[in-house]
């Protein structure tokens, strides 16, 4: 089972020519699903959303899974921002903030961590943390994922400010009722990590999985492009998570980190 995470897509600020690559390492991959996990817009605005969804249609016959960013709502058009914030989001997504993949083996639950209220910062509302349990709880699928915007963790200290508001409660509660994975965007730096290292009474086996920006200008630290790519062995019960970087010289992306985990928790 072959799902690819991609993040921060900024549409507005895409580089065509890595545009191009990611369809084709995609058409390589040949992922069941594909996970948007926000930003996938610069401003909002109806032809960056067309862009995505053309996107989309491209990436068929894979199925696809996304959940809003802070720049998925307008932020210059005040009226929209609070009357209709996610009204362009909707369009191309339908009207599920927080939708669900699921099949016998595996279970993907979207979480909306954005507020029109706050520009950049995100947060776990208290109601949704309780539904996506009650969503993880019930399932019986091997493999459990949660997929929100904003991240739970951070390399650079510069990124603390922006781990999402209750995200320590979020985790424990998620980890509680069988997640395995979490994954985000919004910080534009990739990583894979155990969310003990941060929150040492979770289980060592649940992981969060940082995107970086898979097409976009608007890279940052000296990360080029990237998307990750899950490969899940159900039956070996092992997960593998790499990470694919766009490579300037030969114009594609390419595998350069993998770590591979226990499936389970």
């Known amino acids: 089972m072959r ?9 507005g600020t895409e580089t065509p020519a890595v545009l191009e690559a990611l369809l084709a390492a995609c058409a390589q991959i040949e992922p069941v699903l594909v996970l948007l996990s926000g930003d996938l817009t610069q401003r909002a605005r109806r032809h960056e959303f067309d862009a995505c969804r053309q996107l989309i249609q491209q990436l068929a016959p894979a199925q696809v899974l996304a959940v809003p960013g802070n720049h998925d709502l307008p932020l210059f058009n005040v009226w929209h921002r609070f009357r209709a914030p ?12 927080e939708p669900v993949f699921e099949t016998p083996e595996l279970l993907v639950v979207g979480v909306n961590t954005t507020d029109p209220r706050r520009h950049v910062d995100g947060h776990f509302d208290t109601h949704s943390v309780e539904q996506v349990a009650g969503k ?26 922006n781990i999402a508001g209750g995200a320590r409660a979020a985790m424990q509660r998620w980890c509680e009722a069988g997640m395995q994975l979490y ?48 490969d899940a062995d ?9 990470r694919w970087d766009f490579n300037a010289e030969s114009g594609r992306f390419d595998p350069a980190e993998q770590v591979q985990l226990p499936l389970g928790v």
Request: cysteine-free; aromatic content about 10%; hydrophobic content about 40%.
């Open 3 to 11: 799902i690819v995470q991609l993040s921060d897509l900024h549409f």
């Open 86 to 97: 996610y009204a362009g989001f909707r369009r191309v997504f339908g009207w599920q903030l």
């Open 136 to 161: 993880l709880q019930s399932s019986s699928a091997k493999l459990k994922l949660v997929v929100g915007h904003h991240p739970v963790d951070a390399v650079l200290a510069s990124d603390e400010q």
């Open 183 to 230: 994954l985000a965007g919004h910080i534009h730096y990739p990583f894979f990590a155990p969310l003990s290292r941060r929150y040492p009474d979770l289980p060592d086996q649940a992981w969060t999985v940082q995107a970086g920006t898979a097409i976009s200008t608007r890279t940052r630290d000296g990360k080029p492009n990237s998307f990750n790519l899950i």
């Open 234 to 242: 159900l039956e070996m019960r092992v997960l593998s998570l790499t």
